[in-house]
């Protein structure tokens, strides 16, 4: 098991900006495939974006244009880079290690504890 920590999180206005880390341990981090989630009020957890261990990136369509993923293998960290942020993006935000099924993806650890984004409108 990979344990996940995830940062960065706040309050933000409508059209701002924030940047989420995740620091993973475990050397497997660079050989996974890792993904941002997150899970607004009353809502199921959803996929937000994923990055390969390639660097390929793949993103949910409400996301698309806004938001960057990115990671540095030699810090065992991923990032979430999100701009022009919307009150529907409003949401406990989640990283995961995951693998691919199907046409989706599938995460495989535990979930850490996210970091709350809240965008005001």
């Known amino acids: 098991q990979v344990q996940l920590v995830e940062s960065g999180g706040g309050l933000v206005q409508a059209g701002g900006s924030l940047r989420l880390s995740c620091a993973a341990s475990?050397?497997?981090?660079?050989?996974?495939?890792m993904g941002w989630y997150r899970q607004g009020p009353g809502k199921q957890r959803e996929l937000v974006a994923v990055i390969t261990n390639g660097g390929s990136t793949d993103y949910a369509d409400s996301v698309k244009g806004r938001f960057t993923i990115s990671r540095d293998n030699a810090k065992n960290t991923m990032y979430l880079q999100m701009n022009s942020l919307k009150p529907e993006d409003t949401a406990a935000y989640y990283c995961?290690?995951?693998?691919?099924?199907?046409?989706?993806?599938?995460?495989?650890?535990?979930w850490g504890q996210g970091t709350q984004v809240t965008v005001s409108s």
């Open positions: 475990g050397s497997i981090f660079s050989i996974r495939a």
């Open positions: 995961n290690t995951v693998i691919a099924y199907g046409s989706t993806w599938r995460p495989l650890n535990i």
